[in-house]
């Protein structure tokens, strides 16, 4: 019996786990990637002996991905050579103060209380309440499939409200732990990975500071492109074909079913579509322009940002792995990029420095260095001037990196490539160059985020970032087997 076929449009995180999970089931699986190469957002330039991680970073949230590579029938630890990065991050404050964000309680405690005293059992105190977000989201809201309006709604979700302060706001929170502003926003700022303000973001999201010092912030040994490497070597044993530098032009639909997709013209008929690609770009690119397209349009999308690579020709050894800039101005920061779409007139800003973690990401004596500042998405009126907007990004860069005396950076850069909102846009399809699709504020999370599946076309899919659970690497995976398991339940498989 000829076995059942199933196309997915993108080989990003998502997509790829889907399609693991798909043949490991016997489905004919072919992936159509538009790039060269597979891994989305997380994706890699490699150039002079320099190699450059331009989505992700860090690896956070490990135990997430022990459990999505268990449910491959892998572990992580058997696919990838894993260090702890500890300290995570060292923050730099505008008045020259730093803290370094350590597992090393001892440690961590002399620091924060020389920014205020008592503040240790402060933190203590958050991230006793970060435990129970983390637990309860991972359990409640990030693993569960919600097909129907039950699976959400139900007598054993109310407790919830109270249990992961679903309407509190996060900042607002943190007046529970800390006066100080600078510790509010060392345990605050991770909510940006969300696309979201912490003025805004629900204090669910102390799930991450607290993931992040309790599980641990990672690095792969070869970078976070190794994860895809991983993916792929695991699609191809699992039969997974691959076509890449290949667009799915639209998807063909047939009454109340996805016959196949469009490429070069011609279709190629399956008997289900997964689209990885991002789900606002699927729903106003590759379907007809229906209400449901329209009502994506007035969702709300996370922010952007400005990213540049370095190959320098001399290393920098005080620069730690992941240095964070973080402006007095907190709230005037996430404003101008959530609400007025713009650069901040001092933006707090993060630099990655791999060498420090694997000197094989440069030649010796080199460096490779990535430096990556938030900025609004694109604007409906296309009225942003990202030429200019990226220059000024690239001088606040230069102007922090001084405060901490590294004062020759300009001199020393062999050759530079960045990223704008606009190339966002072009390299993945992200709609308005956002780099975390549709944002993570309360109306667009868990069961209220778009569903894995389209409500019209029965045979037609979604995973990744803009859909259920949301964005983040391991997240991915985790809808990538949603995502998978609907498709083999509706295919009786
Ligand atoms: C700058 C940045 C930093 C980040 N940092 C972190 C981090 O440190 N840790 C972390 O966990 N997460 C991080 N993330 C988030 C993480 O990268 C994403 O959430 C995740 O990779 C998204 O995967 P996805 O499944 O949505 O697929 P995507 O990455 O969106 O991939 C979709 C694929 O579809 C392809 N495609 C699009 N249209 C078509 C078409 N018409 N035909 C064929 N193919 C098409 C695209 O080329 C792409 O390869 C970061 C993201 C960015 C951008």
């Not at 350590?102 to 309440?129: A, H, I, V, W």
């Not at 509190?168 to 990975?193: C, E, G, I, W």
């Not at 101005?329 to 993060?350: G, H, M, Q, T, V």
């Not at 950076?409 to 490539?417: A, D, R, S, T, V």
Request: aromatic share 10%.
């Amino acid at each position: 019996m000829k076995s059942k076929s199933a196309i997915v449009i993108g080989a990003g995180m998502g997509g790829l786990t889907a399609a693991i999970h798909l043949a490991k089931q016997g489905l004919h699986v072919t992936v159509l990637e538009k790039n060269a190469r597979p891994g989305g957002r997380c994706d890699r330039i490699s150039r002079e002996g320099h190699h450059f991680d331009t989505g992700p970073t860090l690896l956070v949230m490990p135990l997430l991905y022990e459990s999505e590579f268990a449910a491959l029938g892998t572990s992580i630890k058997e696919r990838l050579d894993l260090q702890r990065v500890d300290p995570t991050y060292h923050l730099v404050f505008d008045n020259g103060s730093q803290l370094a964000l350590t597992s090393d309680m001892k440690c961590l405690q002399e620091q924060l209380e020389t920014f205020e005293p008592g503040s240790f059992q402060g933190l203590l105190r958050y991230m006793n309440e970060g435990h129970c977000h983390y637990h309860l989201g991972i359990e409640k809201l990030v693993q569960p499939d919600f097909r129907k309006a039950s699976d959400f709604f139900k007598l054993s979700n109310l407790p919830l409200v109270q249990q992961v302060k679903p309407l509190k706001k996060h900042y607002a929170n943190m007046s529970n732990y800390f006066d100080d502003p600078r510790l509010k926003a060392a345990f605050t700022f991770q909510d940006v990975y969300m696309g979201l303000s912490p003025f805004e973001a629900p204090a669910t999201f102390s799930m991450m500071p607290y993931t992040e010092l309790a599980h641990g912030v990672w690095y792969p040994k070869g970078g976070m492109y190794q994860v895809v490497e991983a993916l792929m070597s695991l699609a191809r044993e699992a039969g997974v074909e691959f076509v890449f530098n290949t667009t799915v032009e639209q998807i063909s639909l047939n009454g109340k079913s996805a016959r196949g997709v469009v490429v070069d013209g011609k279709l190629q008929e399956v008997d289900a579509v997964l689209a990885n690609a991002d789900l606002p770009y699927v729903y106003q690119n590759l379907l007809p322009q229906d209400n449901e397209a329209k009502k994506l349009e007035r969702k709300r999308y996370s922010c952007s940002v400005i990213s540049f690579f370095w190959g320098m020709d001399k290393p920098y050894e005080t620069l730690p792995p992941h240095t964070l800039f973080l402006a007095d101005d907190y709230r005037e920061n996430f404003d101008s990029i959530i609400r007025d779409l713009d650069l901040p007139a001092n933006p707090s800003l993060y630099i990655h420095a791999p060498t420090r973690l694997d000197s094989s990401m440069a030649p010796v004596g080199q460096d490779t260095l990535i430096a990556i500042v938030p900025v609004g998405h694109m604007s409906a009126n296309g009225d942003q001037d990202w030429s200019a907007i990226r220059d000024q990004a690239r001088e606040h860069v230069f102007r922090r990196l001084r405060t901490i005396g590294i004062n020759d950076l300009e001199e020393h850069i062999k050759f530079e490539m960045n990223f704008t909102p606009l190339s966002w846009r072009k390299r993945y399809n992200l709609v308005k160059g956002s780099t975390h699709g549709l944002c993570h504020n309360l109306s667009q999370l868990g069961y209220f985020r778009p569903d894995n599946q389209h409500p019209h076309y029965r045979n037609l899919y979604f995973t990744g970032a803009s859909t259920r659970p949301g964005t983040g690497m391991p997240t991915a995976m985790v809808s990538g087997r949603l995502s998978a398991q609907r498709i083999l339940d509706d295919l009786k498989i």
